[in-house]
């Protein structure tokens, strides 16, 4: 293999680690890519249109807590769930600036991705063009918003999360407990709402 495959390789598997921590989304991603490569009819370049849709609202359901609006949002509401999850966790931050270009960046995204699924005189081009469109949303989302929202969080460091897993809720508290017999000190973090519990050492 050459030299340029092998970073090109590389390159390609550094943007799917931002899929990784989200498994659904991420086992989608990768059945959309093969039919991407194929796609040829119309129908077929709609379909992967469709399925870049849904990952997008797979992935929109999953980072999204419904503490972060006032309003009730629909599940199905992908480009909402997107927005107000970008608006919470930039709220008077540093990266402030890039959220109103992030903001039209979903709208344009899920536009042209409505497009693609449903017009009659698509390009098989256009199949290889939603999975980028897919890719250069979800990147930019979890490398611009989440990245800098784990790093702050300590709960993150020691957890992995930064909301429950379970009901999404971001009322997360944490303690510690002394372990005599063991000698060992474990840590806790537990949901508020559901009481979802995790410990380690
Ligand atoms: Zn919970």
């Given at each position: 293999m050459c030299q340029e495959d092998e970073l090109f390789i590389q390159f390609t598997k550094k943007q799917f680690e931002f899929f990784e921590p989200y498994p659904s989304v991420a086992r989608r991603f990768l059945h959309v890519v093969k039919r991407a490569m194929e796609a040829q009819s119309v129908e077929e370049v709609n379909e992967v249109g469709l399925n870049c849709r849904e990952i997008i609202n797979d992935y929109a359901q999953q980072i999204?807590?419904?503490?972060?609006?006032t309003d009730e949002v629909k599940s199905g509401n992908t480009k909402q769930l997107l927005k107000d999850t970008i608006d919470y966790y930039t709220a008077g931050d540093k990266v402030r600036p890039v959220v109103t270009s992030l903001n039209s960046f979903v709208d344009k995204i899920t536009r042209e991705l409505h497009s693609i699924t449903h017009s009659s005189s698509v390009y098989p081009e256009q199949a290889v063009l939603a999975v980028n469109l897919c890719i250069t949303l979800i990147t930019s989302i979890e490398s611009l918003v989440l990245i800098s929202e784990r790093k702050e969080s300590p709960i993150f460091e020691h957890f992995g999360v930064i909301k429950c897993p379970k009901c999404k809720s971001l009322k997360l508290e944490t303690y510690s407990r002394f372990d005599e017999v063991h000698d060992e000190l474990y840590y806790f973090v537990k949901c508020k709402e559901c009481s979802w519990e995790e410990w380690t050492q």
């Open positions: 999204y807590s419904c503490e972060f609006s």
